[in-house]
């Protein structure tokens, strides 16, 4: 894992590396709502698919 992520930081770097309460927000709340999007999109994916195939489209 090292190798991939790299040596840890000291505790007294740590602080310096972590970003703003407002910034993290921003950052992790559009890889939420990029799910929920894909989520929808996908279930009316499955919807379609039934309803034609329930038609004999």
Known sequence: MQTLFGKPLPRH?????T?????ALAI???DAL???AY?????LGVL???GS????L
Not at 39 to 43: D, I, K, L, N, Y
């Open 13 to 17: 770097q740590a602080d310096e590396a």
């Open 19 to 23: 970003l703003p309460n407002l910034e």
């Open 28 to 30: 992790l709340s559009s």
């Open 34 to 36: 990029s799910s929920v």
């Open 39 to 43: 989520g929808t999109e996908a279930t």
């Open 48 to 50: 379609v698919l039934a």
């Open 53 to 56: 195939g329930a038609l004999k």
